[in-house]
């Protein structure tokens, strides 16, 4: 399978502790991006990377979350002292870069479940 | 990125065709239009996209107003599998990270 890969798929976590998930991109997209969804709603963008470079990050994005491209290939978002209001699911995207790139690929996501 | 407006649900019958509406009055002249869909416990899927002309391919038609202030997305013939939410989104030319910004969506339901 060439797509978008997400892990963990699911993750339960006590309120907190620190949680990480991985996303690994269509290997040749330039472009990764983090977004959340919570139940009943639409995804809401968290940040994009273009290769190693995290170009924009949204107001959500509190000082809790990090999010990693070291090597320009996949990517880590790292949540410190998870809260209740964590829960959603994280959703990893990607596409190739340029103004003509409409589609982004998504995963499957990580529901994270905060206790 | 100009707001849309969905309808919260819509029902069709299995094989039948499928008009889904989405208003974009705030649309500037260079916003894109763009549809995802999201099937449950899957992440958002790429439909279509357009600029001012209607758009077709394998999974759907586009249909741009005139004024580009509307959209709607064409099912041809529904199936059970197209049960999924539908976004419209507007993407600004300007937006170079090519970030989306979801709204709602509409349910669709399909009925064999």
């Known amino acids: 399978d060439t797509g978008v890969s997400q892990n963990p798929r699911h993750k339960i976590t006590k309120r907190g502790q620190n949680v990480t998930f991985r996303c690994d991109p269509i290997?040749?997209?330039?472009?990764l991006y983090w977004y959340r969804q919570t139940l009943g709603q639409g995804p809401e963008f968290l940040t994009y990377f273009q290769n190693e470079a995290q170009l924009e990050k949204s107001r959500l994005l509190s000082d809790r979350f990090s999010a990693e491209r070291p090597k320009g290939s996949f990517s880590t978002l790292e949540i410190q002292r998870t809260e209740q209001g964590d829960s959603a699911m994280y959703l990893c995207a990607s596409s190739p870069a340029g103004a003509l790139a409409h589609e982004q690929f998504f995963g499957p996501g990580t529901r994270l479940t905060v206790l | 990125d100009a707001k849309t407006t969905q309808p919260n649900s819509m029902e069709s019958n299995e094989e039948e065709p499928v008009h889904l509406p989405c208003n974009h009055s705030t649309i500037s002249g260079t916003d894109y239009i763009h549809w995802y869909r999201q099937l449950p416990s899957q992440g958002p899927e790429y439909v279509i996209h357009g600029l001012t002309s209607n758009v077709n391919n394998r999974m759907a038609s586009l249909a741009i107003a005139e004024d580009r202030k509307s959209s709607t997305l064409i099912l041809h013939r529904a199936t059970l599998r197209d049960a999924a939410v539908y976004y419209c989104i507007l993407r600004a030319h300007n937006n170079a990270g090519n970030m989306l910004t979801f709204g709602g969506g509409t349910r669709l339901m399909v009925k064999p």
């Open positions: 290997s040749e997209h330039n472009r």
